[in-house]
């Protein structure tokens, strides 16, 4: 059975940082692409940044492009996400994404719990 754990998210202030971290587990095969996507409540589900081990792919999307860092351990099953210069804007709950592919919300094959944060300005 594959599971998701993230950890990692709070609240800060705007221009601090935090860093989430999502530990897999149950996958019978290797290479599994992971990310980050966030969601406000009443909008959709968003690509925040994706990582592909198979091509040592990394991908940024809209302003996290400069500000976030994605990036997996040596084991392959732990991926995390370095916020820095967090904005009132980035206030959303973060969910791991696993398999499937990792840069489109409706084709991820496996979702973690959620995590918050929130950033005060």
């Known amino acids: 059975q594959v599971q998701l754990r993230e950890s990692g998210g709070g609240s800060v202030q705007a221009g601090g940082s935090l860093r989430l971290s999502c530990v897999s587990s149950g996958f019978p095969y290797g290479n599994v692409c992971m990310g980050w996507f966030r969601q406000v409540p009443g909008k959709e589900r968003e690509a925040v940044a994706a990582?592909?081990?198979?091509?040592?792919?990394?991908y940024y999307f809209g302003d996290a492009k400069g500000r976030f860092t994605i990036s997996q351990d040596s084991a392959g099953n732990t991926v995390s996400l370095q916020m820095d210069s967090l904005r009132p804007e980035d206030t959303a709950t973060y969910y791991c994404?696993?398999?499937?592919?990792?840069?489109?919300?409706?084709?991820?094959?496996?979702w973690g719990q959620g995590t918050q944060v929130t950033v005060s300005s």
């Open positions: 994404a696993a398999d499937g592919d990792c840069k489109v919300a409706k084709y991820v094959r496996y």
């Open positions: 990582l592909f081990p198979a091509g040592g792919s990394t």
